[in-house]
Structure formats: C-alpha cells, structure tokens
C-alpha cells in the first residue's frame, strides 16, 4: 500500500474512532470534522497615484489624485518609535517622518529604532506585511524635541533616506525587496571615506528630503566648523546624475548672522522645477529669511526676511517647528512662522504669504507655527463665492494657557486672497486670510474647562473626490471633514489620546489614509 493511502486511511479510522466516542441514550451523532480555511487572497495589484514625500509632492500640496476609502477600521498598523520616550506629563514632544507610498502600494515607513538608531520598513500597503528593512547610520541633530527622520520617493521610484555625515541612501525601484541599497554624496566621497568618523560626527542632515520631477533632491545640512570637508550649514543638492553641489546659508541670505537651514524644515520646488524655496535661520529660536535659490545651481535669486505682521519685527524661525514652504498652484509661497513675541499672538504664529519672486508681500494667516498649509481647490467648497482658485487649509488651535488663548482649538479653510480682521483681540488690527470654514474639535479638553483637544497634523491630506480633509487629533481619533456639509462626517480612533508633537496624515495608492499616533502608524480604511 502507497503511504498517502494508508494515511487518507488512518485518517478515516480516526474519525471512525471519535464518532463511536461520547453520547449517551442511542448513541452518537457522527463528528463532523470541518475543513481548514482557505488561505488569504493574495494582495490586489494596484497602480495609483504616489504620495512622494512629506506633503505628498515637491510643492507640499498634500493634494490626494485618488477618492479616500471611508474610515471604516484600522486595517493594519505598525510602530514608528521602537523606544518612544515620553515626558513626567505624559507628552510626547517627537516629530515622525511622513510615510511615503509607491504607485504599486508599498508604504516607506522612516522608523526610530532607538534612541539614536533609525531606518526605513517597506510595507505592503493591503495588509501590512513586511517586504523589506533599511538600517541608517543617521546621527539626529541636538535638540530638545526629537526632530523627524524621513524619507522621500522620486518619480522614477528611487526611494532616498539620510544617513550620517551628510550622505544620503537609496534604492531603485523602490518596490523591490532585493533592490540594492546604495550610497551618494553632495561631496567629494573621497573625503568622506577618509574621514568617516569625523564627518559623521559634524555633518548632519536637518532637515527632510525634497525630490524634484526630474529626480534632483534637496536638503539642509548642520556642519560644525573645522570638518575635514570644510563644508559649511546650508543647503545641498544631489543631481539624478548622481552630481552633488551645495550652498552656505550664510551666504543665501547675505547676512552673516544667518546659521543654517531651519532645522525640519523640508524644501519646496516650484511646478516649473526652476525655484528652489529654503527658509535659513539665525538658530534654534532666531529670526529667519526665506530664499529663492535657483534650482539647479542653488545661486540666490531673491530672499526675503520673515516679520511678524502685528509687531513689524521678526519673527521667530525655530526648530521645534515643521513647517515647510509651501507653494500654491499659482506660484504663490506660504510660510510658518512664530510671532516675534511670545504668546503676543496665543503661540499662534503666523502663515506669511508671498508672490513668487518674494517681492511682493502678501495677505497672512492667523495660524502658521507648526503647520505646513495644504493646497484645497476651491471647488471643493461648494458654499464658497469668492473669486480664488483655489483655496488653503491649516490648523487652527488657539492655545489655552497662552494670551488669550481659551483652547477653541479648530481646523479653517482659508481664503489667501480675501482679507478679514483677525479673530485674536490683541493683534485685531491685521488683516489675515479671510475664513471660509471652519471646524472645532469634537472632544473637551480634560486639562482647560470649556476647551477642546488639539488637532495635532503639521500636514493634513486633501482629497478632491470626496471633497474631505483628513486630519488627525489629540483625543486619539483620525477624522474626515466633509466640506460640502462642514461637519465630522466620519473617524476612527486609535486610542485615549494623548499630548504628542504634530504629525502628518498620507493617502495611499489604493486609498487608505494613513495617520500616525502616539508613536504608531494606522492604515485606515474599510
């Protein structure tokens, strides 16, 4: 007798066996055994629009070209902080990196492995699974908040990340899990591979990477002075020919009290692909300029200084922000920036505004500290009369416990080019943005009687098709502003919630909304 014979035969015996087993009175009913499950589907082929960087594209639009699923669950997540350290109160003051989407749905995920390790995980974006792990070298910048790790796609699918003394890593077809990581340099390698521990030690990336249509990448860098590549702060650029060049921002801005690139804060490329827009800034809490630099030379081509639009002073350009130029569908340049002084405007900030040449100066919004605006075509307000093409959205959180602050904390649909009194009373006099829309937080704030949570996006993704924004919050939920009704329409919640650092929130190739919370990244969906 074969083997499988005997087997389907013992098989048989055995339930036989249990079937004569048990029952009492006239016997037993036979057992019937049911059969395994069959196994999973296979993951549905996608070919969707990317989500290339944080912001989505080299403007920081943050505009989805695909309809949101409905928020239906979580239908799978990982952890973005391996060691996630909170403070005495429970906060936790870490920004994360966005996650980046390929057009075939696999999720780049920029992970803090530890206190000072960091990396990147390539997910299948249907159901979470693992196709590969990076590990990075990266040293983080000092400083009080833990600032984002990133990584960013280009359009030919090349996925980079930073690692130590300014080098960058990448990967063709970023989908692969035998693709080979690779190295490049805005420097000479030469240098480098000589000093490797020095310049480990004294050239740090700060800010995310921003990779143009062409494939061109940009990013600000930390250089201690005495480096053996005699390298200076500013700004560097790595051609898709692999050539590398950089410029000191000392030099952009023309003023020798000018330091380095404001720390997170990611480069914006105009639609052209000719102007390269970098915010510099005199340190950790200075003042700082805005510059347009020609993009594949990285020659000044205007700058502009950052003013407090109340005060007629500086503003205030510190690296506990992630705000990030944004640039709109007409040129246009938006900014985030703290008021020059504190609280003067309830820790607000302010969203300056400016023409494309950075001559012309231009209507701010009320709110702009920690927030990257996100580009909203008018049409998806149907209430909206104005004469704009295309509107913007921030958060809007007006904070208790500073100025007059009452924690009303709320997300606006502005009007860049429409103006109206601002709504804080000590700064009533300026002229901002005019509010098209605007939503308060569903849940109160347990810590200021009368107020609400805050919403906790530095980056909120739009979706055109269902006419929505998605943006997350302090109470633990990710929710769907519908602008058609202007309510909450949908959520998910991923926790209790918690006091964290902002956050951005992607759409995928397939239409899951990404959001990350208390150190984890959800994938939300139906």
């Not at 989500?51 to 594209?57: F, K, L, Q």
């Not at 990584?151 to 692969?176: C, F, I, M």
């Not at 103006?419 to 308060?440: F, H, N, P, Y």
Request: aromatic share 8%; net charge negative; glycine share 10%.
């Amino acid at each position: 007798m074969k083997v499988n014979e005997m087997r389907a035969l013992l098989a048989v015996a055995a339930v036989v066996a249990l079937a004569s087993c048990g029952g009492g009175g006239g016997g037993s009913s036979p057992v019937v055994v049911d059969p395994p499950p069959p196994p999973p589907p296979p993951p549905v082929a996608v070919n969707g629009p990317a989500w290339t960087s944080y912001g989505s594209d080299a403007q920081h639009s943050s505009l989805g070209q695909i309809a949101t699923q409905p928020l239906k669950r979580v239908v799978w997540q990982t952890q973005v902080d391996q060691a996630p350290t909170y403070t005495a109160q429970g906060y936790l003051l870490v920004h994360y990196g966005s996650p980046v989407i390929t057009t075939k749905n696999t999720v780049i995920i920029p992970i803090k492995r530890s206190a000072t390790k960091f990396g990147f995980d390539a997910r299948d974006g249907s159901n979470g699974d693992l196709k590969y792990s990076v590990e990075s070298d990266y040293v983080m910048p000092p400083h009080n908040w833990t600032p984002p790790y990133n990584v960013t796609l280009t359009a030919a699918n090349r996925v980079y990340a930073a690692g130590a003394g300014g080098k960058v890593y990448y990967r063709d077809d970023a989908d692969s899990a035998t693709s080979t990581t690779q190295t490049a340099y805005f420097y000479d390698s030469a240098v480098y591979t000589a000093n490797k521990a020095a310049l480990d030690a004294n050239v740090i990336i700060d800010t995310p990477i921003t990779a143009d249509s062409a494939g061109n990448i940009y990013f600000g860098f930390i250089a201690n002075a005495g480096n053996p590549a005699n390298l200076k702060s500013g700004i560097a650029r790595i051609g898709a020919d692999g050539k590398g060049s950089w410029a000191a921002a000392t030099t952009l801005a023309a003023d020798p009290a000018i330091v380095k690139v404001a720390m997170n804060s990611a480069p914006a490329v105009s639609k052209d692909g000719k102007t390269l827009y970098v915010v510099v800034n005199s340190g950790s809490n200075g003042f700082g300029y805005l510059v347009a630099l020609d993009a594949a030379t990285l020659a000044a081509k205007s700058r502009v200084k950052l003013m407090d639009p109340y005060d007629k002073a500086p503003a205030r350009v510190t690296d506990d922000s992630t705000a990030s130029p944004t640039v709109g569908p007409d040129g246009e340049v938006y900014i985030g920036v703290l008021e020059y002084t504190p609280a003067q405007h309830n820790q607000r900030g302010w969203l300056l505004h400016y023409s494309a040449d950075l001559a012309q100066t231009l209507i701010p919004g009320s709110f702009g500290w920690d927030d990257t605006p996100s580009i909203v075509p008018a049409s998806m307000v149907p209430s909206y009369t104005g004469s704009s093409s295309y509107l913007i959205t921030t958060k809007y959180n007006n904070y208790g416990r500073s100025g007059s602050g009452d924690s009303k904390n709320k997300v606006a649909v502005l009007d860049p080019h429409a103006a109206q009194g601002d709504s804080i009373a000590q700064t009533a006099s300026v002229q901002v943005m005019k509010e098209i829309l605007t939503i308060l937080g569903p849940t109160p704030d347990p810590n200021y009687p009368g107020g609400v949570t805050e919403w906790c996006v530095n980056v909120a993704a739009v979706d055109p098709a269902t006419k929505s924004i998605l943006v997350n919050s302090e109470d633990g939920h990710l929710y769907r502003w519908d602008l058609a009704t202007n309510t909450l329409s949908e959520n998910v919640k991923f926790n209790n919630g918690l006091g964290e650092s902002y956050t951005p929130t992607a759409i995928g190739a397939d239409g899951k909304v990404y959001a990350i919370n208390n150190a984890r990244l959800y994938a939300v969906g139906q």
